[in-house]
């Protein structure tokens, strides 16, 4: 049985992955802060007949993170898939214009998106390695290919993300692993701001498995 492990998972795009995962027989492995709100997610999978587990952990924590993951990976016989897209919310995030951007600014987002990302892959890559094969996916937002100046401090952080994600994917040309970006450009959602294009989680999804199986793109930007 394969097994996909989700590194910020909740009930937008999290929840519509491991769906998608889970509907071709995939095991589920969910990371988040929240223990409370993985048991709900699990419950609701467990209910679709999709097989999950909860592994809580803070993605600022990389010690609880590779933790976490080498739990799941215990849990499901290894992890073939890694999926890293940790949300924050923006009402509690200070954005700012590139040229009001202090160092400070960056930092958060830095820690947040590359650091963790860094932490996750190092947790579950040798094992893939070795075996030869596994798919690495990261989740961004559109501003890491396209920045939009009042997400400057923001934008800044998705870029690195985005420059290693592609970097990585070179670096395992013909090792049998997978690494690519995805890049959303719209809002998930239908509670987003006036005028903002919006999808659905559901819509997005089936990228994420085209990836996986395809293995031939390094990154896909999902817009409407």
Known sequence: MSSIAIVGAGPGMGLAIARTFGSHGFDVALIARNRDKLNDLVG??????????????????????????????????????????????????TLT?????????VQWAMDFLLYGAIAATRAVLPAMREAGAGTLLY??????????????????????????????????ADTGVQAAHIAIGVWIGTDGPPGVPAASAEEVAPLYWDLHTQRDEVERVFTV
């Open 97 to 105: 214009a590139p040229s009001e951007t202090n160092p400070s600014d």
């Open 44 to 93: 609701r999978l467990e209910a679709e007949g999709i097989t999950a587990a909860a592994f809580p952990a803070d993605v600022l924590d990389h010690d609880a993170l590779t933790q976490a993951l080498k739990d799941a990976a215990t849990r499901f016989g290894g992890i073939d898939v890694l999926e890293y897209s940790p949300a924050g919310s923006l009402e509690s995030t």
């Open 139 to 172: 989740t961004n937002g559109a501003g890491s290919v396209d920045p939009t100046p009042m997400l400057g401090n923001l934008n800044a952080a998705q870029a690195a993300l985005r420059n290693w994600v592609l970097s990585l994917h070179k670096e395992l």
